[in-house]
């Protein structure tokens, strides 16, 4: 029998997050051909896809099938259980980002060494900053040619407002990239061989060694010498409690295409990352430590499959155990029930487990009861997790039904997909759903949810583009929403958790607003 507390101490689940293209998919399979999980690189489906079209995404999630395939991925690499959460490589679904980054206790944020900081990495990084959690940073692609070490971490520190601690640093770059310093043990790692298929082999030796020279070049021999004087005299001190509350980020170099220095970051990332974090609810903190099993649904995915209308809704465990058969709780639902065929993905394969714990995320299928944020426990526990975090969403359009006889689709296919956080919607206040103001982060979500109002739900729907481009939830002090100052082409709605919002056109509509409605408080994001 397997030790609870044990267990639950080796868990370590993070997600990785970055900009297109700066190498995320790419570092995820090194991580796995490290851990075994995969014999060979290359195996990793689901690549991202630039274009705008309903058919990429149809063929992402033809690739994904229906399963926690490319949502979680669990392998065991040196008495550790890792749980890599996915996050869908599209912009257009970032959305999605948010909210599994909600289930990670840690983020690696891989940044292109010719690029520095992206937009999509700002956009992300503030969402890791809202929970506090440690952020790793891989600065990737060191095989190319590259901006200045010192340059990039100034740019991350300017930028992302977080304070960096190199932990190595990387000797040339391009052709001439041949290993990393490692500030802590102050060895040089040099690395050797290119085909990016295999574990790379690595040479141990001193800044002192009589053969360093030969090793990594003339050239670099005496840039690295410059730099360690450099460092020596203005790098961060390390203070872990600092980096396990996301104020200071540990960060690597390497190239994860030619795995150099992929496994040093592996070994030293899980020593300075936490096992599964605390998680507060109305009534306190739930400790994962805690033995009696509690979760919480951060995502939940349409099937595709049209003769079955369930969905995989994916469960992160907050605490304790899991076991199959359990009885277990829906506070939302004030139900009781078992969850029906729980699986989890192991390297390339979805099992169907018989127990899961604290740290682990499993996917379980699901008639369509729950929704984004539900929390479930063992039965005679009462708790109720935080709310995910709903993202304001950055464009709008007014949505109705084509055929009035069709209301009854209408009505349950524009909840449902809301349901599931594909996207959000909001009314005028008064009004009923014969008219849906639509929100969505990225465009690409509208032709999404049209395509499947007609495939799923046999409903044609017109959508009119509203040219709204904020919004904001109303905090603060106000009694009558609809008595607030605002100018005309700002516009009240509601959600439907009947909550009052703004819509704007521009940043100075929101100024206005704030301008001349003392106590109002506008927020970007609510709390769910
Ligand atoms: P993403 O998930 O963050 O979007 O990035 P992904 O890993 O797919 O990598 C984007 C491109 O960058 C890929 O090339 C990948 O091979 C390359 N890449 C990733 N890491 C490195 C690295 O360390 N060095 C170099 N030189 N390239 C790297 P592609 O041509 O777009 O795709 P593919 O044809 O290789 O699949």
């Not at 990594?216 to 005496?222: L, S, V």
């Not at 169907?352 to 479930?376: H, K």
């Amino acid at each position: 029998m397997p030790n609870i507390q044990e267990e639950i101490g080796r868990r370590r689940t993070f997600a990785i997050i970055s900009h297109p293209d700066a190498g995320k998919t790419t570092l995820t399979e090194k991580l796995l051909l490290y851990g075994g999980a995969i014999a060979l690189a290359g195996s990793v489906k689901g690549k991202k896809n630039s274009r705008h079209a309903v058919s990429d995404w149809m063929e992402i999630e033809k690739q994904r099938g229906i399963s926690v395939t490319s949502s979680v991925m669990q392998f065991q690499y040196d008495g550790f259980c890792i749980n890599i959460l996915d996050t869908p490589g599209h912009q257009d679904f970032s959305e999605d980002t948010y909210r599994t980054l909600m289930a990670a206790d840690a983020a690696i944020m891989v940044i292109d060494a010719s690029k520095g900081v992206e937009n999509q990495t700002r956009k992300l990084f503030k969402v890791c900053v809202m929970r506090n959690i440690p952020i790793f940073t891989f600065i990737n692609k060191m095989d190319r040619e590259a901006r200045n070490p010192f340059d990039l971490l100034e740019q991350i520190e300017q930028e992302l407002g977080i304070r960096t601690y190199a932990v190595n640093w990387p000797i040339g770059c391009g052709k001439e990239f041949r290993g990393v310093f490692d500030l802590e043990t102050r060895h040089i790692l040099s690395f050797e061989g290119d085909s990016g298929q295999h574990t790379v082999s690595q040479t141990e030796v001193t800044p002192e060694d009589p053969n360093l020279a030969a090793l990594i070049g003339k050239y670099n021999h005496a840039q690295l010498a410059e730099d360690i004087e450099l460092l020596d005299g203005a790098s961060e001190e390390f203070d872990l409690e600092a980096i396990q509350s996301g104020k200071l980020s540990p960060v690597f170099f390497g190239s994860a295409l030619t795995n150099f220095g992929v496994e040093p970051f592996l070994k030293r990332f899980l020593e300075l990352t936490p096992p599964p974090l605390a998680r507060k609810t109305a009534e306190g903190e739930v400790s994962p430590f805690d033995e009696t099993f509690s979760a919480f649904v951060f995502k939940i995915q349409a099937n595709m499959n049209k003769a079955h209308r369930d969905r995989v809704t994916f469960l992160r465990i907050c605490s304790g155990k899991f076991d199959r058969d359990m009885e277990v709780y829906h506070v939302q639902g004030d139900k009781k029930m078992r969850l029906s065929q729980p699986q989890m993905m192991m390297a390339e394969n979805r099992e169907v487990i018989d127990e899961a714990y604290a740290g682990d995320i499993i996917g379980v299928f699901d008639p369509g009861l729950f929704s984004i944020g539900d929390t479930i426990c063992a039965p005679g526990k009462k708790l109720c997790f935080e709310g995910i975090p709903t993202f304001a969403p950055e464009h709008f359009a007014r949505i109705r039904h084509k055929d009035t006889m069709k209301r009854k689709q209408f009505v349950k296919g524009v909840m449902q997909i809301a349901q599931e956080g594909a996207i959000q919607i909001f009314h005028e206040p008064e009004s009923g759903m014969e008219e849906v103001i639509v929100g969505v982060v990225g465009v690409l979500q509208f032709e999404v949810f049209e395509h499947r109002m007609r495939t799923e739900y046999n409903t044609e729907i017109i959508r009119e583009n509203l040219g709204y481009q904020y919004i904001r939830w109303i905090a603060g002090d106000v009694e009558k929403p609809s008595q607030l100052t605002i100018s005309g082409d700002t516009k009240l709605v509601q959600d439907f958790k009947d909550q009052y919002l703004l819509l704007f056109t521009s940043e100075w509509n929101i100024r206005w607003a704030l301008e001349r409605n003392e106590g109002l408080e506008l927020l970007d994001f609510s709390k769910g």
